[in-house]
């Protein structure tokens, strides 16, 4: 078992920034990639970023890309998603995952099927 805890989500104006964090335990944490999705109100959970076991690979949906970073501590058992140039449509609850999948690709990572263990979430809200 793996558990995750994220934190770090909080209301901010459009344009702000925020670094959620998502601690786990259990289980060796660089054996698993790590994926961010979020999930607004009324839709469908939607991948947002991810980084391979050892950290040299990273994905980003199309939305995020140039805005959000994602990054790894596997010394501390941590994943952060840090997030620029926030927008109202950012606003969801922000959730961690661990997968096992030992093939880094954009279209497995991105695939929350993949993924073996779930946080609890982190609401992010952005006013405009």
């Known amino acids: 078992q793996v558990q995750l805890v994220e934190s770090g989500g909080r209301l901010v104006q459009a344009g702000g920034s925020l670094r959620l964090s998502c601690a786990a335990s259990g289980r060796t944490f660089s054996n698993y990639a790590m994926g961010w999705f979020r999930q607004a109100p009324g839709k469908e959970r939607e991948f947002v970023a991810a980084?391979?076991?050892?950290?040299?690979?990273?994905y980003y949906a199309d939305s995020v890309k140039g805005r959000f970073t994602i990054s790894r501590d596997n010394a501390q058992n941590t994943v952060y998603l840090q997030m620029n140039s926030l927008k109202p449509e950012d606003t969801a609850v922000y959730y961690c995952a661990a997968s096992d999948l030992a093939v880094a690709s954009y279209s497995s990572y991105s695939d929350y099927g993949q993924y073996n263990y779930w946080g609890q979430g982190t609401q992010v809200t952005v006013s405009s």
């Open positions: 980084i391979s076991r050892s950290g040299t690979r990273t």
